[in-house]
């Protein structure tokens, strides 16, 4: 099993920043790619940015150039540096762990409110 805890949302105005961090424990062997995902009221959860066990990244569109997919892997931690911040960004904010167990295990944080609002 893999434990997830999230934190750093909160309220920022728009143009401002957050950075968010997700600190995992547990058996956090055969992990392919820590994963931000964010689920705005009345829509549903969309992948915001990857980071794979290799460092690769990958972000959705609406947030590239603007947000930061990072990752400390002595700390088991991967972080979410989220600039330039608009109103639309505004969602519940998830991280998750894949595992590749004989095929893909999800794993999911209890999320974290992000509010972008003047």
């Known amino acids: 099993q893999v434990q997830l805890v999230e934190s750093g949302g909160g309220l920022a105005q728009p143009g401002g920043s957050l950075r968010l961090s997700c600190a995992a424990s547990?058996?956090?062997?055969?992990?392919?790619?820590m994963v931000w995902y964010r689920q705005a009221p009345g829509k549903q959860r969309e992948s915001v940015a990857t980071?794979?066990?290799?460092?690769?990244?990958n972000y959705a569109d609406s947030v590239k150039g603007r947000f930061t997919i990072s990752k400390d892997s002595a700390k088991n931690t991967v972080y979410l540096q989220m600039n330039s911040l608009k109103p639309e960004d505004t969602a519940v904010y998830y991280c998750?762990?894949?595992?590749?167990?004989?095929?893909?295990?999800?794993?999911w944080g209890q999320g974290t409110q992000v509010t972008v609002s003047s």
């Open positions: 998750n762990v894949k595992r590749d167990i004989m095929g893909i295990r999800d794993f």
């Open positions: 547990g058996s956090m062997f055969s992990v392919v790619a």
């Open positions: 980071i794979t066990n290799g460092g690769s990244t």
